[in-house]
């Protein structure tokens, strides 16, 4: 038998014209073209339009099983099995869509008794965990809305020790859900309004023991006071900015112990997951979002006078310090923190705490000029702030010890904005007499430094840059 004799010809219509190999589970699309499931599946979550017509294809799209093709393809198998050619199985029915239309429908049945059941939640999170088009899915079908409610029922709920724990397990799934597919930019400013109820559900979860909780609800109140009337974000209440704050707190003791929590790359809280069991969810991905939107949620609320004054007497200024001391510098996280330091640092008791705390001005000199023109700013801001209104003697000694001025005087010597560095300038002639007192301070630099016009500074840096 001859080499073209052994060669098997296979039917054009056979191949996927995306992966151009043989179909195993061909399903046609609305625009009439049949693909391979899984290579339609994986190219509508990058590009949700037709390979070949081009026809917008939404990522829920309704693929079609073609029976007749598959069958077809498998009988073709069969008869050249001899020529080493391999049976296609068939399919099992795909477990996302259909089983998901049935657990919502279900949920728009029976409301929060369909999440009261045992495996409801559990479900709908194996659900969630296939893919983007089930959490979309799930937000178009309003499940995000019916897990708040079922969230703020089973806070006010109070049970013996037994019925604490089923609580506290519906809770941790509700929450987690929650989490993976997250709440519409669109209605999340509404939700508030609508239901006073919830902030008050969310502080309590804010205030308990679970670290993991803690984490999920605070990207949820910030998804939820993101947009909404700032009339509410003024108003949040003590015990919220409390939580927050401990939060904070137990994500710096956990750094300082193993450091896994705050160097994971941050996500999307609806961002894709793919092939992971629920238990497999990556944790110090759910706290470094957390740790973000906490931040988030103090720069935003640290506008308004009388929450800079809760802030402080919750000890935020500390915790902050002490949160930028464990980071390993990342830059988005430094621009907050130095954000909301800058704006306690506008009240006296902020300024006080913050020179009370042995690493303040230490660690905002060793940011200075290290991070971004934002981060920059800001702490050029609180240096401006506790050497202008705080007790001399303090500030100068501590300025001296850490090497601020020596920072200072790079400001005034480098390529940066007149804003940074006028103010640099500022903080150096307030306390030039008291400059003289400390030897390891270059008093001679800084004289002329000051007596310098920035035009002439500049021409002097690009000439010791070679520009």
Not at 193 to 207: C, F, K
Not at 246 to 269: E, H, Y
Not at 304 to 331: F, P, Q
Not at 422 to 444: N, T
Request: charged share 25%; hydrophobic share 40%; proline share 4%.
């Amino acid at each position: 038998m001859d080499h073209e004799e052994d060669e098997i010809e296979i039917p054009n219509y056979f191949i996927c014209p995306i992966s151009l190999e043989i179909m195993k589970d061909p399903v046609t699309t609305v625009s009439g073209i049949t693909y391979d499931r899984q290579s339609i599946v994986q190219w509508l979550e990058k590009v949700p339009s037709c390979p070949v017509t081009k026809q917008p294809l939404p990522l829920d799209s309704d693929l079609t099983p073609n029976h007749m093709l598959r069958r077809l393809i498998q009988h073709w198998c069969v008869e050249n099995a001899t020529r080493g050619v391999v049976r296609i199985p068939t399919p099992r029915a795909p477990p996302g869509k259909p089983n998901l239309i049935e657990e919502i429908k279900n949920l728009k049945k029976f409301g929060q008794e369909a999440l009261g059941k045992e495996d409801t939640l559990k479900k709908l999170e194996v659900l969630a965990m296939e893919g983007e088009r089930n959490r979309r899915l799930m937000c178009e079908e309003g499940v995000h809305k019916s897990l708040i409610l079922f969230v703020v029922k089973y806070t006010r709920e109070e049970e013996e020790e037994e019925g604490q724990r089923r609580i506290k397990g519906k809770l941790d799934e509700s929450l987690r859900l929650l989490h993976l597919i997250g709440v519409p930019l669109n209605e999340a400013r509404t939700i508030l309004i609508e239901n006073e109820r919830i902030l008050e559900s969310l502080t309590l979860v804010l205030n308990q023991q679970d670290f993991m909780n803690k984490a999920y609800t605070i990207v949820l109140l910030r998804n939820l006071t993101e947009n909404t009337s700032s009339h509410i974000v003024e108003r949040l209440s003590a015990e919220i900015f409390k939580g927050i704050i401990g939060f904070l707190k137990d994500v710096v003791s956990s750094s300082n112990r193993v450091n896994p929590s705050v160097c994971a790359t941050v996500q999307p809280s609806n961002s894709r997951v793919r092939n992971k069991a629920p238990s497999k969810l990556d944790h110090s991905v759910v706290i470094k979002q957390a740790v973000t939107a906490a931040l988030m949620i103090l720069l935003e609320t640290s506008s308004w006078s009388r929450n800079r004054t809760i802030l402080v007497d919750l000890g935020a200024v500390s915790e902050l310090i002490e949160l930028e001391i464990s980071s390993i510098g990342e830059k988005r996280t430094t621009e907050l923190v130095l954000g909301i330091l800058s704006r306690l640092c506008c009240c006296a008791n902020g300024r006080a705490e913050f020179l009370a705390h042995r690493g303040g001005i230490a660690i905002v000199t060793k940011r200075l000029l290290r991070v971004s023109a934002a981060a920059d700013d800001r702490a050029i801001s609180i240096l401006s702030s506790v050497s202008k209104y705080s007790p001399e003697s303090e500030v100068v000694e501590e300025m001296a010890s850490v090497r601020t001025v020596k920072k200072l005087c790079s400001v005034l010597s480098i390529d940066c904005s007149l804003s940074l560095k006028e103010k640099a300038k500022e903080i150096l002639r307030d306390h030039i007499d008291e400059w003289k007192k400390f030897p390891c301070i270059d008093v001679a630099l800084v004289t002329k430094l000051l007596s310098s016009s920035p035009k002439d500074l500049l021409t002097e840096y690009y000439s010791r840059v070679g520009v």
